[in-house]
């Protein structure tokens, strides 16, 4: 078994980010079994109003129904995978426990949002005091085949796997974000500590050294995702045309990292991560419908192009 992946991630200058914290052992011993994922939570309460519930997103449920939000919203577009797929092909999250002091809380799903938990707290947690608590659950995760992330037959490639912050408004209120498939969910910025453990067969992409926040679970077993220099940091990607760039990709590259580091130079030093997957879900249209031999774009703008939108998309996400 791959031994124990122990990665600190990088956190924001910010005074919320600081104060909630993830760490998360994932345990996956076996192919056909479910990972297991022992979670700690450090939660404040940022806002101006006592709270004594707390809620999680857990968007990899969201698959396991086809009534979930996400189930609903793909039967509207006339998309029935979820219906169509089996459970073992869906995916869910089945929690063992949720604790605070060794004590179990209460918790329940939404009942029209079966991707959010609901935690209770015997008492009400004043603004600007830290609680944390545990949490013991597995994750099957949907079939990469039919769902697109996911476990695959060689890779496993998922971006909300693991349970993760509602945002909390100022004024008391949360934001209980669903999953439909479409946007990234609004979650407070947290420092996060993950300790992954994989089959042999496997090797761990993401999450890595220096990411930041909340990173998404990428493991191959054949190698197609290479690591390069990224200005004064470091780029994993399988964007690439070959393993090692050319001079003049190698050139392209440089001056992209120093674009984006004058706009956010909080990625200076840090690890960014750009896959084909992710550029799938939104490439840039004209680019992608133009037929290569119009000519209108360069080989290497075809490889630069799609790979400066993924990683602007990524800062613009975690270095706002």
């Given at each position: 078994?791959?031994?124990?992946?122990?990665?600190?991630?990088?956190?924001?200058?910010?005074?919320?980010?600081?104060?909630?914290?993830?760490?998360?052992?994932?345990?996956?011993?076996?192919?056909?079994?479910?990972?297991?994922i022992?979670?700690?939570?450090?939660?404040?309460?940022?806002?101006?109003?006592?709270?004594?519930k707390?809620?999680?997103?857990?968007?990899?449920?969201?698959?396991?129904?086809?009534?979930?939000?996400?189930?609903?919203?793909?039967?509207?577009?006339?998309?029935?995978?979820?219906?169509r797929?089996?459970?073992?092909?869906?995916?869910?999250?089945?929690?063992?426990?949720i604790?605070?002091?060794?004590?179990?809380?209460?918790?329940?799903?939404?009942?029209?949002?079966?991707?959010?938990?609901?935690?209770?707290?015997?008492?009400?947690?004043?603004?600007?005091?830290?609680?944390?608590?545990?949490?013991?659950?597995?994750?099957?995760?949907?079939?990469?085949?039919?769902?697109?992330?996911?476990?695959?037959?060689?890779?496993?490639?998922?971006?909300?796997?693991?349970?993760?912050?509602?945002?909390?408004n100022?004024d008391?209120?949360?934001?209980?974000?669903?999953?439909?498939?479409v946007?990234?969910?609004?979650?407070?910025?947290v420092k996060?500590?993950?300790?992954?453990?994989?089959?042999?067969?496997?090797?761990?992409?993401?999450?890595?050294i220096?990411?930041?926040?909340?990173?998404?679970?990428?493991?191959?077993?054949?190698?197609?995702?290479?690591?390069?220099?990224?200005?004064?940091?470091?780029?994993?990607?399988?964007?690439?045309?070959?393993?090692?760039?050319?001079?003049?990709?190698?050139?392209?590259?440089?001056?992209?990292?120093?674009?984006?580091?004058?706009?956010?130079?909080?990625?200076?030093?840090?690890?960014?991560?750009?896959?084909?997957?992710?550029?799938?879900?939104?490439?840039?249209?004209?680019l992608?419908?133009?037929?290569?031999?119009?000519?209108?774009?360069?080989?290497?703008?075809?490889?630069?192009l799609?790979?400066l939108?993924?990683?602007?998309?990524?800062?613009?996400l975690?270095?706002?």
């Amino acid at each position: 078994m791959q031994r124990l992946f122990s990665f600190f991630f990088i956190v924001l200058t910010c005074s919320v980010f600081a104060q909630n914290e993830y760490t998360i052992d994932l345990q996956w011993d076996k192919e056909e079994n479910p990972m297991q994922i022992s979670q700690s939570v450090t939660w404040t309460n940022s806002s101006t109003k006592s709270q004594t519930k707390v809620y999680l997103l857990d968007w990899n449920h969201a698959y396991s129904s086809e009534k979930s939000p996400l189930g609903l919203f793909l039967a509207n577009e006339f998309d029935y995978k979820i219906i169509r797929a089996n459970k073992k092909m869906r995916g869910s999250t089945q929690l063992t426990s949720i604790t605070h002091n060794n004590r179990a809380l209460s918790w329940k799903r939404m009942t029209n949002q079966l991707d959010v938990i609901e935690i209770s707290f015997p008492e009400a947690i004043v603004p600007n005091t830290s609680v944390s608590f545990s949490i013991e659950y597995a994750v099957n995760l949907p079939d990469a085949t039919i769902f697109n992330y996911g476990k695959g037959n060689n890779s496993v490639h998922a971006q909300q796997w693991h349970l993760i912050l509602a945002l909390l408004n100022r004024d008391g209120s949360w934001n209980l974000d669903s999953n439909l498939g479409v946007d990234p969910p609004q979650t407070p910025q947290v420092k996060t500590t993950y300790t992954i453990s994989l089959p042999k067969t496997y090797s761990l992409v993401s999450p890595g050294i220096k990411t930041v926040s909340v990173a998404p679970l990428i493991a191959e077993k054949d190698k197609k995702f290479t690591s390069v220099p990224f200005g004064a940091g470091t780029l994993i990607t399988d964007m690439l045309p070959t393993e090692k760039p050319t001079p003049e990709l190698e050139i392209a590259l440089d001056e992209m990292a120093e674009f984006i580091s004058s706009y956010f130079p909080r990625t200076s030093n840090t690890l960014l991560l750009a896959s084909e997957k992710d550029y799938a879900q939104r490439p840039i249209l004209g680019l992608e419908t133009l037929p290569t031999f119009v000519g209108a774009f360069s080989s290497i703008q075809r490889t630069e192009l799609p790979l400066l939108k993924i990683l602007l998309d990524q800062c613009i996400l975690n270095f706002h």
